[in-house]
């Protein structure tokens, strides 16, 4: 048997499986909660919790994981000194420490200035002791790296620290989106490598020796090596992973993939059983990569996501994450007995809710904090603690206690009602603290002037409709078009209408959705029903949806791609081939052409080795663009000629069922 242990680590839950590809059957699955402050703790959980013995038999262990997404967005990560050649910033980006450098190129290739060695030693020499990484971004390095490539070397002579060039990232035109994917590439090298080392370190106590599989945005695999060298294309890992698992669980070609976990959910568009890629890069964080990742839209919606009943007495859901009373009240029952004391529902309160409650994670390490929140960390120290019980304990006006900031430093986790507590409370779910859900539940539904029935019912509409919103907002997305569908109100006027139809309205609207709803995820099960409902499609639940990005990081594929460009030279008859490894002249098109495929051959061959493939297969894509001559001139005009290696390495269970095809389609003929 191949066995295969795919793990992914989400913001909430770390998943795992174990896949025997060849028969594509899922042995175990196993759940346990992400420990962010030790993700081998949760890792390790989640691994004894698999129940399964035989770990010598296991062949790879597979990653996904949104650490480096959430890295980005709450910025983190190491300092990163940036050295820019030819070109002044244009935008702010995400580092303190940058020199400009007199260099760069042309789309030709030529310098438009000589390298300033001892300029660049200079800048190099005071980044010493600033910073853990280096970035290196050169003006049109695409066309040609030598200047990159020598800076790096300098880099390399004087400082002992991870190197990262722009060029060796992305061959993208757009010299500030490549500098932002270099600075970023250097910060999340400590995340990926912690995450990596986490893994191996409980890999050796169950002595399991395999080679780890990291999945990237675009739902490729590669290995360790270029996982740690290359962090920046495990961005959107962890939903690319469930569009895997949803694709491999399903064999379905057409459908709206959803994901929903704990923090977001993220959704995308299968055609033809693949993803559509984002060509211009991902954004995440606010920066705007160019980094190739599937196109998928993310919301902050999820089980874990914190319910407000707001002021004007309407109930928000999202986007904040929260962690749900259920929870921490089955691990503190004395948390129930706080929340029965709670607050007069007169009590108006302004940055809170008075389900709201607070647990202390870890010490800040740079921020300087005032007297009031230094209280309240050692309050929490012994355990977490209601708000009624700071205020009562602190004797302070709850609307004078503002706990943001530290909540926004992950010095203190928020504890309040969410969607799982909703669940709980209908009896939907039973694994966690129910009483300490359905308190929650009684302190909002009394502070709107409702029954808790009543309140459940309002908060479970707003979740379906929030849920049908999202999908009728990735489908417009897909479109290109770009409407804010929430932010529109003529356009939420006839979603109201159709979402939540009253019955004296005089008009009645529905939408369609024309494919059907994959659901991954643990809590799709209570949700999308409904969802698919409103939306008049169909629902695909597969088994194992609870674990699916655990079941894609196993199942992925990967597919490494060299692209080499050649354009005319300066000169009449002349050609210029642009790669990332090298820039050279030739005086006839068949012979670069013939260099081209020959090296980008070796190199497609190198990265898909690095990658960790092993048997695998180069797919030829070679493109000649002429302009239609006009005139007098009898040839066409020659443009460019763009190769495109890809090398394969098909998942074990895609090459058996390939060749069973294979042997079929014989006997047939």
């Not at 004087?158 to 910060?187: K, M, Y």
């Not at 900031?405 to 009602?417: D, M, T």
């Amino acid at each position: 048997m191949s066995l295969v242990l795919g793990i992914d680590t989400g913001g909430t839950y770390t998943d795992g499986v174990v896949v025997e590809l060849r028969s594509k059957q899922i042995l175990k699955k196993a759940k346990a909660l992400t420990t962010r402050e030790n993700l081998s703790i949760g890792i390790r959980n989640c691994i004894a919790n698999l129940d399964f013995e035989d770990f010598k038999k296991i062949s790879v262990v597979s990653l996904s994981t949104t650490l480096a997404t959430n890295a980005i967005v709450e910025g983190r990560g190491c300092e990163v000194g940036l050295l820019m050649i030819g070109y002044d910033p244009i935008g702010s980006l995400p580092v303190k420490h940058s020199y400009v450098l007199p260099g760069g190129h042309n789309l030709k290739g030529r310098p438009n200035a000589e390298l300033d060695v001892e300029k660049t030693r200079q800048a190099i020499d005071e980044l010493k002791g600033k910073v853990d990484a280096v970035a290196i971004s050169g003006y049109l390095s695409v066309r040609n790296p030598e200047h990159e490539i020598a800076v790096r070397r300098m880099v390399s002579e004087i400082l002992d620290l991870p190197v990262v060039c722009a060029h060796q990232l992305t061959t993208s035109l757009g010299f500030h989106e490549r500098t932002v994917t270099a600075v970023l590439n250097a910060r999340l090298i400590p995340i990926i490598t912690e995450l990596i080392e986490s893994v191996k370190k409980v890999l050796n106590e169950k002595g399991i020796e395999a080679p780890i599989m990291v999945v990237k945005g675009d739902g490729c695999m590669m290995g360790e090596a270029l996982a740690r060298e290359k962090p920046i294309e495990t961005i959107l890992s962890g939903p690319a992973s469930s569009i895997i698992g949803g694709t491999f669980l399903t064999q379905s070609a057409d459908a709206l993939v959803l994901d929903m976990g704990g923090t977001t959910t993220d959704i995308a568009i299968l055609k033809n059983g693949v993803p559509k890629i984002n060509q211009e890069g991902a954004t995440v964080g606010g920066w705007l990569t160019r980094v190739q990742a599937a196109q998928i839209y993310t919301y902050g919606l999820g089980g874990d996501s914190y319910i407000q009943a707001a002021r004007n007495g309407e109930i928000k859901v999202g986007p904040q994450r929260v962690w749900p009373l259920c929870v921490v009240g089955y691990q503190y029952p004395y948390l129930v007995d706080e929340l029965k004391l709670n607050f007069e529902k007169t009590y108006d309160l302004m940055f809170a809710q008075a389900t709201d409650c607070f647990m202390f994670l870890k010490d800040s390490t740079h921020e300087v904090l005032n007297d009031q929140e230094k209280q309240v960390i050692q309050i929490l120290q012994a355990g977490p603690r209601s708000l009624f019980y700071l205020t009562q304990r602190m004797d302070i006006d709850p609307n004078l206690l503002n706990l943001q900031h530290l909540v926004n430093l992950g010095v203190l986790a928020r504890i309040s009602l969410t969607p799982s507590d909703l669940l709980h409370a209908k009896g939907t779910y039973h694994q966690w603290n129910r009483e300490a859900a359905e308190i929650g539940v009684e302190v909002l539904a009394s502070r709107m002037g409702k029954s808790s029935n009543e309140f459940i019912h309002l908060a479970s509409e707003k979740i379906i409709n929030d849920l049908c919103i999202t999908c009728i907002q990735s489908l417009v997305g897909c479109d290109e078009q770009s409407i804010r569908i929430k932010n529109t109100p003529e356009v939420m006027y006839f979603i109201q209408k159709a979402l939540s139809p009253k019955q004296d309205q005089s008009l009645d609207c529905s939408f369609k959705i024309n494919m059907p709803i994959i659901g991954i995820g643990a809590p799709v099960q209570a949700w999308l029903p409904a969802v698919a409902e409103k939306m008049n499609t169909g629902l695909i639940i597969p088994e194992h949806a609870e674990v699916a990005n655990a079941v894609g990081a196993a199942t992925g594929k990967i597919m490494e791609t060299v692209k080499v460009l050649i354009k005319p030279g300066e000169k009449d008859g002349t050609y210029l081939l642009h790669a990332p490894w090298e820039y050279k002249m030739f005086e006839n098109l068949e012979v670069a052409v013939a260099y081209a495929l020959d090296s980008a051959k070796k190199q497609a061959m190198l990265a898909a080795g690095k990658a960790g493939a092993t048997e695998f297969e180069l797919v030829v894509n070679h493109q000649d663009k002429y302009a239609q001559s006009a005139g007098m001139i009898e040839k066409d005009l020659y443009i460019e000629s763009l190769i495109e290696i890809t090398a394969v390495e098909r998942p074990e269970w895609e090459r058996e069922e390939i060749k069973e095809k294979f042997f079929v389609d014989m006997q047939d003929s």
